[in-house]
C-alpha cells in the first residue's frame, strides 16, 4: 500500500491560515485520530469546523476547518483531506509533527501530490506542468498561459495529432497484411501520404513560433546598452521605480550586470544594465584590477546584448549629432534606440539606423512613458496576438521535432514496412509530451520543481 503523504500547501510564514493536505489510503484514519470521530463521520466533499487534538496527552493544538474528498474525486486520485488551521508557526509545527507520528504517514517530496494526480489519470503531464506554471505566474499573460496548459487545450493538440497517427498507421499495416488488395493498397498509399504531409505541415507551423511560449514562461530578455554615462543605470532606476543600481557621474560605476523584473503590458520582462562600452583599449596592466574588472564586464555585456530579445541602445544626448559606434555595431531589427539626456542638447535629433530615436530625460523623467509604450509593443510583436496554444517547454519541442522528422522519412520512403516504422516513432515522440508512453526518465525531472505542497 502507498504511504499517505503530507505537506504544507500554503507559502511559509505567519499567515491567518495554513493549509495542510495529506493524501492516501489513511488520510481518513489520519484524520480520525485527530479529531476523536471515526472515519465513516466524515462524508466526502463537506467542510467541518472540527477540534484538533495531539495525540498523547488529547490537548488541543487548534480549532480548524476540515475538507474530506474520497478518491477517485480528488486532485491526487486518491483520498485527500485538507486541514485549514490558523497560520502560526507553532500550530503548523505541531500538526506536521503529529501526522509525522500516525502509521503510513509522511512528508511528501516536491511535485508529489501533482505526480500522484499524473499516476492516477487525473492529469496528463502537460497539464500537470501548467500547475507548476499557473502557481509561478506573475503576469497577466504567464497566467492565461498556464491556464490554456492547465485546461488540456495544448494537450489536445497532441492528442489529435497522435489518434490521427494512430489512424493512419492502421491503414499501413493493413496494407502490410493485405498487400494483394488493390483497393486498401489505394487507400494506404495514395490517401494516406496526402494526410500525412498535411500532420507535417501542421508541425512545422506549430514549431514556427519564435519560442514564444518559451518566452513567455522565462521573460523577454531586455538589455541597457551603451557607453559609460549614457544613463543606463539611471534608466534601469525609472523604469523599475526603484533604486536598483548605482547611480554616479564617475564614468565604469556599473561592472557586472545587474537584472531587475518588471510587467510590461501584462508580459514578463527581465531588464538587465551592462557597464558602459569603451572605445579605447582598456590597459590589463593596472595591479589594482580595476581595469581588468571592468574590462570583464565590457565582454559580459556584449555577451549579454547578444542573447536579449531586445536592446534598448543608449546615445548620450550632450555628444549628439556623434553616436558610440561600439553600441551601434550592436544593433538589430528589433532593438529600440534611445537619446538620453535630450534636456542638454538644442539641435534636432537625427535618425539612427533609419530608425526614429525615442528621445527621453531621465533626470527630467521626461519621454519615459513613451519609452515604456514603444517597448510594450515590441514585445507585443515577439508574442503575436494568437489564441491558439503554444510550445512551453524545450522537452515539447524536442519531441515535436523527433515527431515532424520522422513522419518526413515515413514521406520519403516508398517501403510500407519502413514508413510504418517512421510513423509509429512520431506516435511515440508526441506521447512522450502527454506521458503516454516512455515517461518514467522524464518524471522526476517533471516534478522536482514543484513547491513540497503541491
Given at each position: 500500500m502507498k504511504q499517505t503523504i503530507?505537506?504544507?500547501?500554503?507559502?511559509?510564514?505567519?499567515?491567518?491560515?495554513?493549509?495542510?493536505?495529506?493524501?492516501?489510503?489513511q488520510a481518513f484514519s489520519g484524520l480520525a485520530q485527530l479529531t476523536g470521530k471515526a472515519a465513516n463521520y466524515f462524508k466526502p466533499r463537506r467542510t467541518y469546523l472540527r477540534r484538533l487534538y495531539h495525540l498523547d496527552d488529547q490537548s488541543l493544538i487548534d480549532q480548524a476547518m476540515v475538507i474530506t474528498f474520497k478518491g477517485p474525486e480528488s486532485f491526487?486520485?486518491?483520498?485527500?483531506?485538507?486541514?485549514?488551521?490558523?497560520?502560526?508557526?507553532?500550530?503548523?509545527?505541531l500538526m506536521l509533527e503529529m501526522l509525522s507520528r500516525i502509521e503510513g504517514h509522511r512528508m511528501a517530496e516536491p511535485g508529489e501530490f501533482s505526480r500522484r494526480a499524473f499516476q492516477n489519470d487525473k492529469m496528463d503531464l502537460i497539464e500537470a506542468e501548467g500547475v507548476s506554471d499557473l502557481i509561478h505566474a506573475e503576469t497577466a499573460a504567464q497566467h492565461k498561459q498556464a491556464l490554456t496548459q492547465l485546461e488540456g487545450?495544448?494537450?489536445?493538440?497532441?492528442?489529435?495529432?497522435?489518434?490521427?497517427?494512430?489512424?493512419?498507421?492502421?491503414?499501413?499495416?493493413?496494407?502490410?497484411?493485405?498487400?494483394?488488395?488493390?483497393?486498401?493498397?489505394?487507400?494506404?498509399?495514395?490517401?494516406?501520404?496526402?494526410?500525412?504531409?498535411?500532420?507535417?505541415?501542421?508541425?512545422?507551423?506549430?514549431?514556427?513560433?519564435?519560442?514564444?511560449?518559451?518566452?513567455?514562461?522565462?521573460g523577454v530578455q531586455?538589455?541597457?546598452?551603451?557607453?559609460?554615462?549614457?544613463?543606463?543605470?539611471?534608466?534601469?532606476?525609472?523604469?523599475?521605480?526603484?533604486?536598483?543600481?548605482?547611480?554616479?557621474?564617475?564614468?565604469?560605476?556599473?561592472?557586472?550586470?545587474?537584472?531587475?523584473?518588471?510587467?510590461?503590458?501584462?508580459?514578463?520582462?527581465?531588464?538587465?544594465?551592462?557597464?558602459?562600452?569603451?572605445?579605447?583599449?582598456?590597459?590589463?596592466?593596472?595591479?589594482?584590477?580595476?581595469?581588468m574588472v571592468e574590462s570583464e564586464g565590457i565582454r559580459r555585456a556584449i555577451e549579454r546584448a547578444k542573447k536579449a530579445d531586445i536592446k534598448l541602445l543608449m546615445f548620450n544626448g550632450t555628444e549628439m549629432p556623434d553616436l558610440d559606434l561600439n553600441t551601434l555595431q550592436l544593433a538589430s531589427a528589433e532593438d529600440l534606440f534611445i537619446v538620453n539626456k535630450i534636456d542638454l542638447f538644442d539641435g534636432v535629433v537625427p535618425s539612427i539606423a533609419d530608425q526614429q530615436p525615442i528621445c527621453i530625460s531621465v533626470k527630467r523623467a521626461e519621454g519615459i512613458d513613451r519609452l515604456l509604450k514603444r517597448l510594450t509593443e515590441r514585445i507585443e510583436k515577439?508574442?503575436?496576438?494568437?489564441?491558439?496554444?503554444?510550445?512551453?517547454?524545450?522537452?515539447?519541442?524536442?519531441?515535436?521535432?523527433?515527431?515532424?522528422?520522422?513522419?518526413t522519412r515515413a514521406l520519403n520512403i516508398d517501403l510500407p514496412e519502413l514508413a510504418a516504422e517512421d510513423m509509429r516513432l512520431a506516435m511515440r515522440a508526441l506521447g512522450r509530451i502527454t506521458g503516454r508512453v516512455d515517461v518514467e526518465d522524464l518524471l522526476d525531472v517533471i516534478f522536482h520543481d514543484f513547491c513540497i505542497g503541491k
Amino acid at each position: 500500500m502507498k504511504q499517505t503523504i503530507y505537506a504544507l500547501s500554503t507559502p511559509a510564514g505567519t499567515s491567518g491560515v495554513a493549509v495542510i493536505r495529506a493524501s492516501g489510503a489513511q488520510a481518513f484514519s489520519g484524520l480520525a485520530q485527530l479529531t476523536g470521530k471515526a472515519a465513516n463521520y466524515f462524508k466526502p466533499r463537506r467542510t467541518y469546523l472540527r477540534r484538533l487534538y495531539h495525540l498523547d496527552d488529547q490537548s488541543l493544538i487548534d480549532q480548524a476547518m476540515v475538507i474530506t474528498f474520497k478518491g477517485p474525486e480528488s486532485f491526487t486520485g486518491e483520498d485527500v483531506v485538507e486541514y485549514h488551521i490558523h497560520g502560526g508557526l507553532a500550530v503548523r509545527n505541531l500538526m506536521l509533527e503529529m501526522l509525522s507520528r500516525i502509521e503510513g504517514h509522511r512528508m511528501a517530496e516536491p511535485g508529489e501530490f501533482s505526480r500522484r494526480a499524473f499516476q492516477n489519470d487525473k492529469m496528463d503531464l502537460i497539464e500537470a506542468e501548467g500547475v507548476s506554471d499557473l502557481i509561478h505566474a506573475e503576469t497577466a499573460a504567464q497566467h492565461k498561459q498556464a491556464l490554456t496548459q492547465l485546461e488540456g487545450k495544448l494537450s489536445a493538440v497532441y492528442i489529435d495529432w497522435a489518434e490521427r497517427l494512430k489512424n493512419m498507421l492502421a491503414y499501413m499495416e493493413a496494407d502490410i497484411d493485405f498487400a494483394e488488395d488493390e483497393e486498401l493498397e489505394d487507400t494506404a498509399f495514395s490517401k494516406m501520404r496526402d494526410k500525412l504531409a498535411a500532420l507535417s505541415g501542421e508541425i512545422k507551423e506549430h514549431l514556427n513560433d519564435n519560442r514564444r511560449g518559451e518566452r513567455l514562461r522565462e521573460g523577454v530578455q531586455v538589455v541597457i546598452i551603451g557607453a559609460p554615462n549614457a544613463g543606463k543605470s539611471s534608466l534601469l532606476n525609472a523604469l523599475a521605480q526603484r533604486d536598483v543600481a548605482i547611480v554616479s557621474q564617475m564614468a565604469g560605476t556599473t561592472r557586472d550586470i545587474i537584472e531587475t523584473h518588471l510587467d510590461l503590458g501584462g508580459y514578463p520582462v527581465t531588464l538587465a544594465d551592462t557597464a558602459g562600452l569603451r572605445p579605447e583599449q582598456l590597459d590589463a596592466s593596472d595591479k589594482h584590477g580595476h581595469d581588468m574588472v571592468e574590462s570583464e564586464g565590457i565582454r559580459r555585456a556584449i555577451e549579454r546584448a547578444k542573447k536579449a530579445d531586445i536592446k534598448l541602445l543608449m546615445f548620450n544626448g550632450t555628444e549628439m549629432p556623434d553616436l558610440d559606434l561600439n553600441t551601434l555595431q550592436l544593433a538589430s531589427a528589433e532593438d529600440l534606440f534611445i537619446v538620453n539626456k535630450i534636456d542638454l542638447f538644442d539641435g534636432v535629433v537625427p535618425s539612427i539606423a533609419d530608425q526614429q530615436p525615442i528621445c527621453i530625460s531621465v533626470k527630467r523623467a521626461e519621454g519615459i512613458d513613451r519609452l515604456l509604450k514603444r517597448l510594450t509593443e515590441r514585445i507585443e510583436k515577439i508574442f503575436g496576438r494568437t489564441e491558439a496554444p503554444t510550445i512551453t517547454r524545450a522537452r515539447h519541442r524536442e519531441a515535436l521535432i523527433e515527431a515532424e522528422a520522422s513522419i518526413t522519412r515515413a514521406l520519403n520512403i516508398d517501403l510500407p514496412e519502413l514508413a510504418a516504422e517512421d510513423m509509429r516513432l512520431a506516435m511515440r515522440a508526441l506521447g512522450r509530451i502527454t506521458g503516454r508512453v516512455d515517461v518514467e526518465d522524464l518524471l522526476d525531472v517533471i516534478f522536482h520543481d514543484f513547491c513540497i505542497g503541491k
